[in-house]
């Protein structure tokens, strides 16, 4: 929780679609990004700071391709 203040709007934004996405079968970066309005190359970044922060494996466990 403490991490998510500081974040910036797309990380909270790729974070809170992964969440409502991680039951469904696999989804792609480029399917975030063209959901979200954002570069292939941000939301891979975003990805690896979701990692980073330790919000990956609730968030991404796998489904993302």
């Given at each position: 929780d403490s991490?998510?203040?500081?974040?910036?709007?797309?990380?909270?934004?790729?974070?809170?679609?992964?969440?409502?996405?991680?039951?469904s079968a696999n989804i792609s970066v480029k399917d975030i990004a063209s959901a979200l309005n954002l570069l292939?190359?941000?939301v891979v970044m975003l990805i690896h700071q979701v990692y980073v922060a330790g919000l990956g494996s609730a968030a991404l466990s796998g489904h993302v391709g």
């Amino acid at each position: 929780d403490s991490y998510l203040c500081e974040a910036n709007g797309s990380f909270v934004k790729v974070y809170l679609y992964s969440l409502r996405h991680s039951n469904s079968a696999n989804i792609s970066v480029k399917d975030i990004a063209s959901a979200l309005n954002l570069l292939e190359s941000d939301v891979v970044m975003l990805i690896h700071q979701v990692y980073v922060a330790g919000l990956g494996s609730a968030a991404l466990s796998g489904h993302v391709g």
